[in-house]
């Protein structure tokens, strides 16, 4: 039972959602809409677990003390701070207590680890943990700077959760993103070295593409170059974005449909 | 840690105030000067302590690294939970919650249907206990079956009946007589020549490519060089595409340059 | 002045036949007593107008046909675009709902189907139409009332059949192959460097003492890419379990991650070594696309796989992966179907699955016949792909546009 009621469950919504394509009518697309709702809520749920996933391991570093272990308190610190960014909004000009009442939050889940990781000592931190709690709580009852919001998303729009956004999402995004840069650069000096014909005839594709763009080297190449380069991306590139897109429309129709059928169960631990 | 590694670090350390002190220093004295510097400031170190990666793994790095992971974690599930749950499952269940959380509930004759992907979330939360992680395989089930079915028909639609359609091309382009034919030989799209050519190119490309997709004949023969003639056009391809995405990648980088030499050390308009 | 009654009853009678003579007007008119129009100057109606419910669709939507007035394009040719109306009543009154541009002769009137919205337009419900032609200097004259018509959802999109007939076949065809390489036909499939290189690097890994790295990539569960890459993994963690090799499988999505920590788990129990799966060894790192590859690449540096296996949706972060995992002196498989990654993969790695072969990977690493059996399913379809591109070469080359036209899908 364990494994027949998920193949049913796959083969009933699969041939549901087949035949919902043909189906034009109000009531079939009014079940479909609703269905795609419910996969958008329950992958709310699936973080959940993906969350407890990220600091379950990080925990176990530590725990373990694996090399590089210490790291492990910033992806747990900074996971928990940006949490109650999230829910908290600043109600005036001032700052008053927040910045101590995350410090404090971030503490008493720290010392809560540390009750689990050191058993001898487990009450000491716990206790610990727990006045950390209480300063907190007293913190957010008291603190009119701030207020704790389960109440819209306000707390999206909150100073500090659209800083960190902004001052470190964004930075490491957009440097990760511009890593690009150096790394292509390399990867064509690796394709340079490459001797064989299929290699050859990528690095002189992507040659002539590059050169047209190169503001140094159009003036002395002419329009030729340009003209052999729209020609490569309207052509051959064409063509063999086709196959490609054929091919792959194929494979994924004939998994899809092996999934439905219960032949493909790989993603059940059984393939 | 090694006595270079604390004399990068003191120097780091050092930079790090200096910059925070010019920052503020330099900073609207009506706003948050203070905040504003130090945010500045580090978002400078943390796009230099990434850019280090280039070096070596270091211990910048490895900070930003798992800076970037937790925050951004938090990030999805704050926005998952406002969006989401409160957003789009809240208003339809309940119109208490709908007013403790403050948005607009939306009462509808099957809203009850609502509440099966709560069971189904339920149910995959029970992966978190020892022994009800086989349960959690039907929510999984139910996204996969929709999914596969929705998948089925649509790529076999967009990804493959649409495309042969587009390789449908006439080989003979608008025939004017020799003399035009031959009149306009280069690669301007606009030469009959060219144009017919481009359109063997394009018919007898997708076929050897689509040979080279088959898998259960051995590829000897006139099939084999057919299927080597689709691996050539595939790579050119490749290669053409390579280097498209080149310059785009370069203009990242002058982005994130000019996020330190302007905004971070003043030094450039 | 004994005449005075009898002026006022005439005066009273003539503004009564005088009101009597008027045509009736509706509010989109606008006030008729401001604008005097000379009637030669109005153009000439559309003709021949239908309304029908629109096919193909999930109601709420009337299709208007009709000929173009003879002051469209030719005449004074001064019409510049139809005003469309309906009414519940042939008498009217006749509200605007839409525009045709000069020299149409279709107009798809949908509406919105949910009740709380102004336009809401309830099917099985009768209405009446009427095109205005308008002229440049704002004149318009109404056609005749078309109606009634009613909007109703269809149960089957008959644009759609091509669509069918392929499901239908393909359909037939897996089964079929599936059936027969149940029964013990031998399927030959062509060697694929890609995958006959997996073994290998299993075993070079544990020669070497280091894990095994095996990147899912963006895809979310539900994408075909991430399924069929959730197979590999499959394939991979049971060797992996019989050399008794490490594995690492980092992931982008909280789905993902469950259904991957499922597979390896079953894949250890398939290998009799259940005992063996370490939980932790399948885990969550993020959802933000760079954040995760920042750790990903973390990983190939201090953890230093002796093998990356890169499988399923990847976008920009390819190339960070796998010139990183390079750096790392690592052996590198990938296969993506992402067209726009590919060169990176085929440039930064050892091997590269392009496309379809990611596909058809899952089905070689098992050599199950089952699974195999859909191959010579999909080759087939790729065989009739030659022939219709041929004949609809030769159609469309000798101007018969019919074949083209039957393989067209509609919406």
């Known amino acids: 039972m364990k494994r027949q009621i998920p193949v049913l469950l796959v083969f009933a919504f699969g041939v549901f959602t087949l035949f919902q394509f043909f189906v034009p009518h109000e009531s079939s697309e009014w079940v479909y809409e609703f269905l795609l709702d419910w996969i958008l809520i329950i992958g709310v749920f699936a973080m959940a677990v993906g969350i407890w996933s990220l600091f379950r391991v990080s925990v176990e570093k530590i725990k373990t003390r694996k090399s590089g272990w210490g790291y492990s308190y910033i992806t747990l610190g900074s996971l928990i701070a940006m949490m109650v960014f999230g829910f908290t909004v600043r109600n005036g000009e001032a700052w008053g207590w927040f910045f101590a009442f995350v410090a404090a939050i971030v503490l008493a889940v720290f010392l809560v680890i540390q009750a689990v990781i050191d058993r001898g000592k487990a009450y000491l931190f716990a206790g610990l943990a727990g006045l950390c709690v209480a300063a907190a709580v007293v913190m957010a009852a008291l603190d009119p700077a701030w207020s704790i919001h389960f109440q819209t998303a306000e707390g999206l729009q909150s100073t500090m959760f659209r800083a960190v956004f902004d001052y470190t999402l964004i930075p490491i995004f957009a440097t990760m993103f511009s890593l690009l840069a150096f790394f292509i650069a390399s990867a064509a000096y690796r394709a340079f070295r490459a001797r064989n014909l299929m290699a050859t005839l990528l690095l002189l594709a992507a040659l002539i593409v590059m050169s047209r763009f190169n503001p140094f080297l159009q003036p002395i190449l002419g329009e030729y170059v340009a003209k052999t380069s729209n020609w490569l991306m309207n052509v051959p590139n064409m063509a063999a974005q086709r196959a490609i897109i054929m091919g792959v429309g194929l494979g994924i129709a004939a998994t899809a449909l092996k999934v439905v059928l219960g032949i493909e169960r790989g993603y059940m631990g059984k393939g | ?269 | 002045m004994r005449y005075r009654p009898i002026l006022l009853f005439l005066l009273i009678l003539l503004c009564f036949t005088t009101a009597l003579g008027q045509e009736p007007t509706d509010e989109t008119e606008g006030p008729p007593d401001t604008v005097v129009v000379d009637s030669s100057l109005l153009p000439a109606p559309v003709t021949n107008l239908q309304a029908r419910d629109t096919e193909d669709d999930n109601g709420h939507s009337v299709t208007l046909t009709w000929d173009v007035s003879t002051d469209d394009g030719s005449g004074r040719d001064d019409v510049y675009m139809y005003m469309i109306y309906r009414s519940m009543s042939p008498e009217g009154p006749f509200d605007s709902v839409g525009v045709a541009m000069k020299g149409a002769t279709e107009h798809v009137n949908s509406s919105s189907k949910d009740r709380a919205q102004p336009d809401f337009m309830p099917d099985h419900t009768d209405y009446y139409y009427q095109v205005g032609a308008v002229t440049v200097g704002g004149l318009i004259t109404r056609s005749d009332v078309a109606g009634p018509v009613q909007s109703y959802g269809q149960f089957f999109n008959m644009g759609r059949i091509p669509v069918f007939v392929f499901v239908v076949v393909f359909c037939a065809l897996v089964v079929f192959f599936v059936a027969s390489a149940r029964k013990g036909a031998d399927l030959y499939v062509r060697p694929l460097a890609g995958i006959e290189a997996v073994d290998d690097a299993i075993g070079r890994a544990t020669e070497m003492g280091r894990p095994i790295l095996y990147v899912l990539g963006l895809g979310t569960a539900e994408m075909v890419a991430t399924i069929a890459s959730f197979t590999i993994l499959g394939r991979v963690a049971k060797r992996v379990a019989e050399y008794q090799t490490k594995l690492i499988v980092p992931c982008y999505e909280s789905i993902v991650m469950a259904v991957a920590q499922e597979v390896v788990k079953s894949a250890y129990a398939d290998a009799g070594r259940p005992d063996d799966y370490d939980e932790d060894s399948v885990f969550f790192v993020t959802s933000l696309q760079f954040a995760y590859v920042a750790a990903v690449n973390g990983i190939m540096l201090r953890e230093l796989p002796a093998t990356n296996v890169y499988m399923g949706k990847f976008f920009a972060e390819s190339l960070l992966l796998a010139e990183t995992g390079s750096i790392a002196g690592s052996i590198q498989i990938a296969g993506t179907d992402e067209i726009a990654q590919i060169p990176f993969f085929i440039v930064a790695c050892d091997y590269t699955l392009i496309g379809e072969e990611l596909y058809a990977a899952s089905a070689y690493l098992g050599r199950e016949p089952i699974l195999l059996g859909s191959l010579k399913a999909q080759d087939l379809a790729k065989a009739a792909v030659v022939i219709i591109a041929l004949a609809g070469l030769i159609a469309t080359t000798f101007g018969w546009p019919g074949f083209a036209e039957a393989l067209h899908v509609e919406n």
């Open chain 2, 1 to 269: 840690m090694s006595r270079t590694g604390i004399v990068v670090f003191l120097v780091v350390c050092v930079l790090f105030v200096v910059s925070w002190v010019v920052k503020a220093g330099t900073g609207d004295p009506e706003g948050h000067y203070i905040r504003d510097g130090f945010l500045v400031t580090f978002a400078a170190f943390l796009t230099l302590a990434i850019m280090s990666f280039m070096y070596k793994d270091n211990p910048y790095y490895k900070f930003a690294e798992h800076l970037f992971v937790g925050v951004s974690a938090a990030y999805w599930m704050c926005l998952a939970f406002w969006s989401t749950l409160v957003g789009n499952l809240v208003p339809r269940i309940s119109e208490r919650l709908s007013n403790a959380f403050m948005v607009p509930h939306q009462p509808g004759e099957y809203n009850f249907f609502f509440y099966i992907p709560v069971i189904l979330g339920i149910l995959l939360l029970m992966r978190l206990s020892p022994k009800g992680g086989w349960i959690s395989r039907w929510p999984l089930a139910f996204i996969v079956g929709t999914t596969a079915g929705l998948n089925f028909v649509r790529y076999l639609r967009s990804d493959f009946i649409n495309q042969i359609n587009s390789t449908f091309l006439p080989l003979a382009v608008d025939w004017q007589g020799f003399g035009h034919f031959f009149s306009n030989l280069s690669l301007n799209a606009t030469g009959q020549f060219v144009a017919m050519f481009g359109n063997c190119v394009i018919f007898f490309g997708v076929l050897c490519g689509v040979i080279y997709f088959f898998f259960s004949k051995e590829h000897t023969g006139w099939f084999g060089r057919a299927s080597r003639v689709g691996i050539w056009v595939l790579m050119i391809t490749f290669g053409a595409s390579f280097g498209y995405t080149v310059m785009g990648r370069i203009s990242l980088l002058v982005g994130r340059l000019t996020f330190l030499l302007r905004d971070w050390l003043g030094i450039a308009s």
